[in-house]
């Protein structure tokens, strides 16, 4: 009889002798950190000169463009990766410029799952944050605050998607109107089952539970409607709950739902939440598994569809490792890392029998999955090989995809042309992943030895501890602020909704972003040079369309799980 263990066994980044690990095979972990620091300063201070306030930079024209709302979307994936790297007077500055600078009352058509992984992630996180930054926080704390403010702002423009007849969202919602009348009903598994997270957490810190309950509703509705042999499809008509695109696998349109079953288990030590993971995990071992590779699979019938490999499945490593099995994680990671060494990245379609790429599908958008599942499973392992894998992305990068404006998207992998785009996520996860599978000692691997104990309005608080939930964007959440604010909004202090009626007064102010010296992770580190993009203004003349850029999820849906934060085990 399989067993849920509650309380959930946590087992908090295992201190293993660093002598297995990277002086074994002569890896300088300090000097490959402080390059992979580096790296994030080269890209970050030429978004700020060349692309800000749009959402993303263009490297190789060294401009910006909109793509997911124009929301500044950089900057807010940016700002925890600032802190993480221990650059407080950044992180205290740019989370003044978001404050009199980000509007949500705008006519634009955005993607509902990127507004929340990105956008409602990352504020949540810098707001959990803010206290560790430095920032003076309000009475309240962290049950209140402008960051949660906005996060709660951005997640009820998103609200209207769930209004259908199954609870499951529409793909887009325009930020001022509401769903276009003519929008598609037909979404991907993961744009429907990927709310959780940012969710939950929302309602627990501000005692609405519409957020929660939608997020619920739609998970619940994909799991009622997954086929007789346990799989899931691609993408389902939210209408009507009919599945339009049969393909069942762990990649791209699917991949972050698996995600936040398990994530969402453990962030509320939810018993069915975990349970619905396990059952999916057993279909996707019967029909999807072959030789440590995982297919897509026809959700019905379990026949093979595409005898594929996709890079956006190599968070899955860093999933099984979550759940405890270490050892098909290794396996499959090092079958994913021979694909690596082949062309210097993952390509985004790998052809198994063939073993080369798929045609169109050569490219690699510096995502950062398999260097995700390098850092989970070194926590777990202290395997040398996958400092390695780190040693090897950060080669390749700076070999292939560096410019002078930052960091290119690479096109194709055969010959390494470029393409004039750099994902936010670049700054978000990547860089993120990489700096602390070579950083042991980040505050994020915290094993419970050092906490904060704040005062709420409900009482104390122990924060800071351990345990972050990383979001599907690497926005670390920190599980333990679910249990801060735990009476009903009626209860909460006068003050907040003093405070709230002020913030919901119009802010008119006009702003400037100017990049503040980076302090370093300890003290006596050198000051940046200013990066001012005081001119940033004059190159919006013809910004702000109606549209965003981009509509339909293609970032990675990858799985952001805490570091060895909690592990399931199966007993039976």
């Known amino acids: 009889m399989r067993r849920f263990l509650g ?6 980044a295992l201190r293993l002798p660093a002598s297995s690990g990277a002086a074994a095979r002569g890896l300088d972990v300090a000097s490959y950190r402080e390059r992979v620091r580096a790296m994030f300063y080269h890209a ?15 490297p190789l024209t060294c401009d910006g463009q909109d793509t997911w709302g124009s929301f500044s979307l950089t900057l807010i994936d940016a700002l925890d990766t600032l802190l993480i790297l221990g650059n407080v007077s950044e992180f205290q500055r740019v989370v003044n410029v978001l404050q009199e600078g980000v509007d949500f009352d705008i006519d634009v058509n955005a993607s ?18 803010s206290r560790k930054a430095g920032l003076e926080v309000e009475a309240g704390w962290p049950c209140s605050g402008p960051l949660l403010r906005m996060a709660e702002e951005a997640a009820r423009k998103l ?38 997270v940012e969710f939950a957490t929302l309602s627990h810190l501000t005692g609405d539970p519409v957020f929660e309950d939608v997020a619920r509703k739609a998970l619940k509705a994909l799991w009622k409607n997954r086929s007789d042999i346990g799989l899931v499809g691609n993408h389902i008509d ?3 709950a009919k599945w339009v695109a049969q393909d069942a696998g762990i990649g791209a349109g699917v991949d972050s739902y698996f995600e936040y079953l398990v994530k969402g288990a453990i962030l509320l030590q939810d018993k069915e939440l975990m349970s619905m993971f396990l059952e999916y995990n057993k279909a996707i071992k019967n029909y999807t598994k072959f030789d440590d590779w995982y297919l897509w699979v026809q959700m019905y019938k379990g026949t093979v569809s595409m005898p594929v490999f996709q890079s956006l499945e190599a968070y899955w490593p860093g999933l099984q490792s979550l759940i405890g099995d270490v050892d098909n994680a290794m396996r499959t990671f090092l079958n994913y890392y021979t694909v690596w060494k082949q062309f210097g990245g993952l390509p985004e379609f790998y052809n198994i029998p063939q073993g080369y ?45 560096k410019v002078d404006c930052g960091f290119a998207t690479i096109k194709d992998l055969r010959d390494h042309r470029l393409d004039n785009r750099m994902e936010s996520f670049f700054l978000a996860e990547t860089i993120k992943y990489l700096y602390l599978l070579f950083d042991p000692d980040n505050f994020i691997h915290n094993d419970g030895s050092d906490f904060d104990v704040v005062v709420t309005p409900y009482g104390e608080c122990v924060l800071s501890a351990g345990g972050y939930i990383f979001n599907t964007e690497a926005h670390p959440i920190d599980p333990a602020a679910l249990h801060c604010c735990r009476k009903r909004r ?3 202090w006068e003050v907040e909704d003093l405070m709230r009626e002020f913030y919901s007064r119009k802010k008119t102010k006009k702003f400037t972003l100017k990049r503040a010296p980076d302090r370093g992770e300890g003290e006596n580190a050198k000051d940046s040079q200013d990066a001012s ?40």
């Open 357 to 401: 790429t798929v045609d169109k599908r050569e490219g690699y958008p510096l995502r950062p999955e398999l260097i995700e599942s390098a850092m989970y499973l070194y926590r777990a392992t202290r395997d040398p090989t996958l400092l390695e894998l780190g040693r090897d992305a950060v080669e390749s990068i700076e070999k292939i995809s």
């Open 238 to 240: 939210v209408i009507t």
């Open 7 to 12: 309380p959930l066994l946590c087992l908090l």
């Open 533 to 572: 993009s005081e001119k940033s203004g004059e190159k919006r003349n013809s910004k702000k369309s109606s549209h965003s850029l981009l509509s339909c999820p293609s970032q990675s849906f990858n799985s952001k799980l805490a570091v060895l934060g909690q592990v399931f085990l199966d007993n039976t």
């Open 112 to 129: 509902v799952f990127e507004t929340n992984i990105r956008v409602v992630g990352g504020l949540l996180s810098a707001h959990l944050l």
């Open 44 to 58: 970050y201070e030429h978004y700020l000169e060349s692309a800000f306030p749009y959402d993303e930079l263009r």
């Open 159 to 196: 609200l209207p998607a769930f209004q259908t007849p199954t609870g499951m969202p529409y793909g887009t919602v325009n930020l001022l109107h509401g769903v276009n009348p003519g929008e598609t009903p037909v979404t991907c598994t993961a744009g429907i089952g990927t709310f959780i």
């Open 490 to 492: 009626e209860e909460q």
